[in-house]
């Protein structure tokens, strides 16, 4: 059985990388997709994955599927379309390794993707099936993506998600608000961010941002803080993780490797989602603050997911300074 199952968005993150001897700005190639990352992080730890998605069938497509590939990544349900051109983002970097984005996805091929493409047989033979929120932004992808959702629940999935808002990509904030809303509906955890809170729930403060999500049915909700760590919320309690302090070099990639981490201890307990308690959720969100340091100390998203001896490393290091 696969342990995850993604569906979503592999596309080329074009990351700023200094300027040329003419002046002019660089950008580095390099392959990315909040769904993408977060398998590669999963792989890297342990566990076999597998993606559904388009890219186009082009210099960037081939790049990207070889990329998955060479990460043992089950590639199955990875279709490449001759009619559309991969999408493709440049992110800037400002001098803390925090990013701004800029889409050529007009539409891209990721968004192309149709109910029809979907390997069934790959959906139902995964433990945990896990979206973002950027197949909700055009059809037919939207539909594919809701049609995954009703296959994945039926066959019995742990349903996950990670909104990961990106305004340039949606025609307005309600827009958006209301398409990342609907498929909460359906799922068993739920990863957002701090500035995410407001979008998804009308609350701007964590702690009641999580509730309002476990009321409509979510077991487990955890909140980003960037370097603050992350607030974890269950229906027996609530905690804050602290992160561990390192130099971020680039922080793109650094929710998706958290949730990568988060999902290989949740899978790792063996528990269902209603069965997990609020001390069990916050050593799975220790274990993705530990993935979450060593991806941002390294440039780009899927080529800085580290291995699991150097995640181990980091948890044993911090073990023996308490």
Known sequence: MISVTALGEVLIDFTDAGTSPAGMKIFERN?????????????KLGHDVAFIGKVGHDMHGEFLRKTLV??????????SDPDFFTTLAFV?????????????????????????????????????????????????????????????????????????????????????AEQMRSIIKYMDLIKISAEECPLMTD?????????KLLEQGASIVVVTLDADGAF?????????????????????????????????????????PSEVSIERAAQFVRFGNAVASLCVRNRGAIPAMPERKDVEEVLAVAADQQ
């Open 92 to 176: 800037a970097l400002d001098e803390n390794g925090d990013r701004s984005f800029s889409f050529a996805r007009k539409p891209g091929a990721d968004t192309q993707l149709k109910p029809e493409d979907l390997p069934l047989d790959v959906i139902r033979n995964s433990k945990v099936f896990h979206v973002g929120s950027l197949s909700l932004t055009d059809e037919p992808a939207r539909s594919a993506t809701i049609a995954a959702l009703d296959a994945a629940k039926q066959a019995g999935c742990v349903m996950s998600y990670d909104p990961n808002y990106r305004d340039s990509l949606w025609t307005g904030a309600d827009a958006a």
């Open 70 to 79: 060479d990460n043992g990544i089950d590639c199955t349900g990875l279709i």
């Open 203 to 211: 609350e701007a403060e964590p702690e009641a941002a999580a509730a």
């Open 232 to 272: 974890v919320a269950t229906k027996d309690g609530s905690r804050m993780v602290p992160s561990f302090r390192v130099e971020a070099v680039d922080t793109t990639g650094a929710g998706d490797s958290f949730w990568g981490g988060f999902l290989t201890a949740f899978v790792e307990s063996g528990l269902a």
């Open 31 to 43: 392959p990315g997709g909040a769904p993408a990352n977060v398998l590669v992080a999963l792989k």
